[in-house]
């Protein structure tokens, strides 16, 4: 596979360095201390721009949400008829029909009984 390169990405609010002296400056204790910021209303945490957004709905990668539904429905069957009825019933009318099919794999009956709605 070819290499790509990325871009470097950005991050914000980068925290500066606080209390590292410079040439010429002293640091005083209460600029090597961050402040803290006194809590503002939930109103005020938004910006206007983002007062009509709504959160963006998570989306899986194409195919996840189908391979779940594959083991899903792998693990589980929801058949109209129980099983061994059903293969009661099947061999009740081959033998109705014909004598020569006597016997059904068990594929052949699990495909039988699901392909019936």
């Given at each position: 596979?070819?290499?790509?390169?990325?871009?470097?990405?950005?991050?914000?609010?980068?925290?500066?360095?606080?209390?590292?002296?410079?040439?010429?400056?002293?640091t005083?204790?209460?600029?090597?201390?961050?402040?803290?910021?006194?809590p503002?209303?939930p109103?005020?945490?938004?910006?206007?721009?983002?007062?009509?957004?709504?959160?963006?709905?998570?989306?899986?990668?194409?195919?996840?949400?189908?391979?779940?539904?594959?083991?899903?429905?792998?693990?589980?069957?929801?058949?109209?008829?129980?099983?061994?009825?059903?293969?009661?019933?099947?061999?009740?009318?081959?033998?109705?029909?014909?004598?020569?099919?006597?016997?059904?794999?068990?594929?052949?009956?699990?495909?039988?009984?699901?392909?019936?709605?």
């Amino acid at each position: 596979m070819a290499r790509t390169k990325h871009p470097a990405s950005r991050t914000r609010n980068h925290p500066k360095p606080t209390g590292v002296a410079t040439a010429g400056t002293a640091t005083s204790s209460a600029a090597a201390t961050p402040t803290r910021r006194s809590p503002r209303s939930p109103a005020a945490k938004t910006s206007p721009r983002q007062a009509g957004r709504q959160k963006k709905k998570y989306r899986h990668r194409p195919g996840t949400v189908a391979l779940r539904e594959i083991r899903h429905f792998q693990r589980t069957w929801k058949l109209l008829i129980p099983a061994a009825p059903f293969i009661r019933l099947v061999k009740e009318i081959s033998n109705f029909y014909t004598l020569d099919v006597t016997r059904w794999t068990a594929e052949a009956l699990v495909a039988l009984q699901e392909c019936i709605w």
